[in-house]
């Protein structure tokens, strides 16, 4: 029976610890962004470290105006390099460079298009026509 007790104890410390290290987080994030928006929904916390990588780098390199297309092996390549990303595809995420002092890289918000307005499905399309363009 006693045995028991040390498990539970620790059960109880690493579940405080996991409310207070939460805390911690809104509380710092608190004063960047405003989080009235996210009461009761989940947000999904990811501490990275920024590391620089190029998808094309052959294609940067040539420094061109108007850049050409990838060839089958670059795309190959960049497939095999996207493969180790960590893909975000539902919910609000929070990204928090680690190298920087926590500091807040981007809050992203995953919205299914069905739920968009006439009037910003228009604006994405025009941001992405935009980027496209570039």
């Not at 539970?8 to 290290?21: C, D, E, G, T």
């Not at 989080?35 to 916390?45: E, N, Q």
């Given at each position: 029976?006693?045995?028991?007790?040390?498990?539970?104890?620790?059960?109880?410390?690493?579940?405080?610890?996991?409310?207070?290290?939460?805390?911690?987080?809104?509380s710092e994030v608190a004063l960047e962004i405003?989080?009235?928006?996210?009461?009761?929904?989940?947000?999904?916390?990811s501490r990275r470290r920024?590391?620089?990588?190029?998808?094309?780098?052959?294609?940067?390199?040539?420094?061109?105006?108007?850049?050409?297309?990838?060839?089958?092996?670059?795309?190959?390549?960049?497939?095999?390099?996207?493969?180790?990303?960590?893909?975000?595809?539902?919910?609000?995420?929070?990204?928090?460079?680690?190298?920087?002092?926590?500091?807040?890289?981007?809050?992203?918000?995953?919205?299914?298009?069905?739920?968009?307005?006439?009037?910003?499905?228009?604006?994405?399309?025009?941001?992405?026509?935009?980027?496209?363009?570039?």
């Open positions: 029976m006693e045995a028991e007790r040390p498990k539970i104890r620790n059960l109880l410390k690493s579940f405080a610890r996991k409310r207070r290290r939460a805390a911690d987080r809104e405003d989080t009235s928006a996210y009461a009761g929904t989940p947000v999904i916390w920024f590391k620089k990588c190029h998808l094309y780098p052959t294609i940067r390199q040539e420094k061109r105006r108007n850049p050409r297309p990838p060839t089958q092996d670059e795309l190959q390549q960049a497939k095999d390099k996207a493969s180790g990303f960590r893909k975000f595809t539902h919910g609000k995420v929070i990204l928090r460079d680690t190298t920087n002092g926590g500091e807040v890289i981007a809050v992203i918000e995953f919205t299914p298009l069905d739920e968009l307005s006439p009037e910003e499905k228009n604006e994405i399309n025009f941001v992405t026509t935009y980027l496209h363009q570039m």
